[in-house]
């Protein structure tokens, strides 16, 4: 008999446990080898050059933009539809968040939507794609129009660690990639971290003076940075981590097909969609469905636990009104009512994922 579904299960791995022991023993806590070692593995596995490990996904997605230039009063495409950390960076640079509305069925950006904003734009300057809940953006059209247009990429990875398209891991076609390790990502540093990853020696080494109080190898201070770096400790986690993500990604991707196969018979909800050419890792398993809060409350009333990303669309926040004021984006809107977040996370068992969709089919079809 199935009990409560929760809606992840966030503990750390055995395997990766012992692996801070070490680090506590050794009286280094802050700018050491591990560190060191879990960017190296890291930029090794994600197919980059270089990778610098940071506090937070946001201070990896900050630091990317400084490094390449983003400044006041510089044009910056966003998604309407993502974390508000994909923008808070963009407004604290004096940048302006410039809001993309996404593709319904698969959350990214909208690429049309994306060329017609770039054609609008007086200052354009760099694109922040999101790989959303665990699937890539349309990365090749991306990189067409930011050529065309002379602009940046940071890709903001946050969600999805060594997802693919076309053969190539998130994060690494770009100028940046950006990683969150916060504890409910598909791998994580036991508390909050972050990871930069570039092919371009010069970021590299920008984004490792920026982390650092903007001191660079030789002592000076060259550019304005603040202390955004990560503990050793957690690059212990991290470095642990790193050995078994594809095996919890696998493990997502195993739910997410059961998922799939028993939803595909309850007419009212729309699976995830992912889409030809991409390896999908789903972070999040996210369905549309008609009266979503009723369908929330009933589940939770029979032990299922849900969550809405994001009950609010990106541009419609006070901190981007004030700023930017009032603007439309009508998918990001219709969706952001429709969105439920269903139980994921490696370890769900089948007999679970069996009780969510029975109790959806229930309250659709009783
Ligand atoms: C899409 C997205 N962008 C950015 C972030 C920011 O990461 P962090 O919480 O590590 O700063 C997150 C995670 O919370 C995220 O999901």
Redesign the pocket.
Known sequence: MVGEVPFTDIHMDERTIGSVEDVLRSGRYVKGPVVEEFEESFADKCGTTYAVGVN????A?LLGLQAVGVSKGDDVFVPAH??F??VSPVLSLGANPVFVDVDPQTYTMDMDKLAERIVDSENPEAVIP?H?YGQMAEMEQVTELAEAHDLDIVA?A??SHFAKRDGDYAGSIADVG?F???PS?NMTVAG???MLVTDNENIAEQARALRNHGRDEDGVHRHLGLNYRMSEMLGAVGREQLKYIQEWNEGRRRAASIYDKKLASIDAVMPPVEKDDNKHVYHLYVIQAPDRDGLREYLDQNGVGTGIHYPTPAHEHPAVIDRCGETTRKSAERITDRIVSLPMHPRISEEEIDKVCTLIKEYYEA
């Open positions: 937070s996904g946001t201070s997605i993502t974390y950390a994909s999101v959303l903001d946050c969600q950006a969150s390790f916060y990502k909050d971290g972050g």
